[in-house]
């Protein structure tokens, strides 16, 4: 494109000219096409193959003459390479003359398709016929029982004669005509037999029969062979045509050979032109050989768009809709290279700008949310410090270090002291969500028996649990891999935390299970409790998503838990979901990998 821009702005015009000069292949491939549609029955191509053939003769004669297409100059062709134009000229009428020959030539073979359409529609019949004279012959004695076979071969070359035919509408001709020709034969022989005509002027070893002498079927049970005998007459010069011609029509074949063959013919001539041409050029010094490597790139972008030339057409929709379905994935600010400057091209441009104001909006959002993570997590960090004398003035005065206290007054400071660590609880959960979604939680990666931390866990929580008459269940095995054991206790308090809140009780169980498999370890804290309707599970482990914010709050949920769960488990390289029934269980399942499977950490893992 560069060299075309150089070359036309420079006021050479032979590039332009060279450049539709290699296009006739392109179009002449195009009616050719168009011919064979048309001779299908695609009456609406009958008006373009006429422009496109006045698009052709149109710049063949621009290139003796020269003149203006398409709003450009077309230069001359050099006196040298006159004769070579002129054989251009004389295979182009002589290939137009060939395509419009093959237009207007029917695909099909009339005769071989109103055969075809008349054996499928007498076939139903004749097999109706075939399984009625069967029936008769069923009833006589064992005299009869070769005649009986006779008239089962019947149906089923019946049978088989329909398929067959079906086969031919469809194409496989090749086949498909030497086994009707078989089938056709079978027919003829069984119903001569039946009938008591001699079959001594048929070919018998080619179907590997032989001549038999049956006696006759008693008239009352010959009627389906009497009426069967007419319609074969009928049926059987139908099935002929269909052994010895194809329903391509042979005049179509020739046709579109010779237009083909015509084609190679004025492919070559364009050939020998542009070489020529090309010839002429080298002669000229450098601003020629500007044109020679052009010629090399028209040849290359000729055999592609030969090959792509109805792709193409389709092209620009294919790069919009694949730009769409990107940006509905998030690869915002996609481009599509599109110069062209139609309709599709004013689409493509204000899809680009599109395309840049969602990519910069974005861009935009995530700092906004980085500044606004980073402002929360200081301001959450710096929230802890006062509740920390908070905490501990509390514990001195109910220590009565500074004075004896009465219960009203223990029961304030008691008040106090729950309030502070249920907001130091709130801030520490607030400060593990931002370090997550900043990438800054610190993770300290040792081998651990998983087994060991599970049971110290729920330890913790026995207390709680018998004064509620909860009951744990627990399945566990020792088994050592590397995590954060603080962290995942973490993960582990949480769920368990929210099984407790669940279940009720006197009633309440907590399942907690582990699986040991060859590449992960895997945990399960279950419970009997009231379950999470199915709308609510998808949105669980977002943060200060509460599924019952009147339970949560007054159990003290913050919405933060999972959230935090989820942030641990996936920088452990794990995973974390839940599985629900409402009203019946709730089981939460984390997974952690026994070993990296690549030599770099994930982010804050240290």
Not at 144 to 171: M, P, V, W
Not at 220 to 248: F, G, T, V
């Amino acid at each position: 494109m560069t060299l075309l821009y150089e070359a036309e702005h420079s006021g050479n015009t032979q590039s332009y000219t060279i450049i539709k000069t290699g296009d006739l292949k392109v179009q002449t491939e195009a009616i050719s096409g168009l011919a064979v549609s048309i001779a299908n029955g695609n009456v609406d191509d009958e008006e373009k193959i006429y422009k496109d053939i006045e698009h052709v003769d149109v710049t063949i004669a621009g290139i003796k003459n020269g003149g203006m297409i398409n709003n450009k100059p077309i230069q001359k062709i050099p006196p040298s390479i006159t004769t070579e134009y002129n054989k251009l000229v004389i295979s182009w009428n002589d290939y137009k003359e060939k395509a419009l020959n093959a237009k207007k030539t029917s695909v099909f073979d009339k005769e071989a398709t109103s055969a075809m359409n008349y054996v499928l529609q007498k076939n139903g019949e004749l097999i109706l016929l075939t399984n009625s004279l069967s029936s008769e012959l069923s009833n006589l004695d064992r005299d009869y029982n070769r005649h009986k076979e006779i008239a089962n071969d019947l149906e089923n070359s019946a049978k088989e004669i329909g398929q067959l035919t079906l086969l031919i509408s469809i194409g496989e001709e090749e086949n498909a005509q030497d086994k009707i020709k078989i089938e056709k034969m079978k027919f003829e022989v069984g119903l001569r037999k039946l009938l008591g005509i001699s079959t001594n002027d048929l070919d018998l070893k080619s179907i590997e029969q032989k001549n038999e002498d049956l006696i006759e079927i008693p008239r009352e049970n010959s009627d389906a062979l009497r009426k069967l005998d007419p319609l074969w007459e009928s049926l059987r010069p139908k099935i002929e045509i269909l052994e010895e011609r194809a329903l391509l029509s042979p005049d179509f074949n020739s046709a579109k050979n010779e237009m083909n063959l015509q084609k190679e013919i004025l492919f070559g001539d364009i050939d020998n032109l542009l070489n020529s041409w090309n010839f002429e050029l080298s002669k000229k010094g450098s601003q020629e050989q500007l044109i020679v490597q052009i010629l090399l790139v028209v040849d290359i972008v000729i055999f592609f768009l030969v090959l792509f030339v109805i792709r193409q057409s389709l092209l620009p929709l294919g790069l919009i809709t694949n730009a769409l379905t990107e940006i509905k994935e998030g690869a915002y600010g996609r481009k599509i290279e599109y110069e062209k400057s139609d309709e599709i091209g004013n689409l493509v441009q204000t899809f680009n700008v599109m395309s840049n104001t969602i990519l910069e909006k974005e861009e935009l959002a995530k700092k906004t949310d980085i500044a606004k993570d980073e402002f929360l997590a200081m301001i959450t960090h710096e929230l802890k410090t006062p509740l920390v004398p908070i905490q501990g003035y509390s514990d001195i005065l109910l220590s009565e270090h500074l004075g004896k206290l009465t219960d009203k007054q223990k029961e304030r400071i008691n008040i106090i002291k729950s309030s502070s660590e249920t907001l130091l609880a709130l801030i520490s959960d607030l400060l593990d969500a931002q370090k997550l979604e900043l990438g800054q939680l610190r993770m300290k990666m040792e081998t651990n028996n998983i087994k060991k931390t599970i049971t110290e866990v729920i330890e913790s929580f026995t207390p709680q649990a018998q004064k509620n008459n909860i009951k744990f269940i627990s399945n566990l095995k020792d088994v050592h891999t590397e995590y954060d054991e603080d962290r995942i206790k973490q993960v582990l308090s949480n769920l368990i935390k929210n099984s407790m809140i669940a279940v009720e009780p006197e009633k309440g169980v907590i399942d907690i299970t582990m699986i040991d498999y060859p590449q992960t370890v895997q945990v399960s804290v279950k419970d009997n409790g009231i379950g999470i309707p199915a709308d609510k599970q998808e949105n669980l482990f977002k943060k200060f998503y509460q599924v019952d914010t009147t339970l949560t709050r007054e159990k003290s949920g913050s919405g933060l838990g999972l959230a935090i769960c989820k942030g641990i488990i996936d920088t452990h390289g794990g995973g974390i979901f839940c599985k629900s029934i409402p009203g019946q269980e709730t089981v939460f399942t984390f997974t952690l990998p026994k070993k990296s499977e690549s030599k770099k950490s994930p982010i804050g893992i240290t």
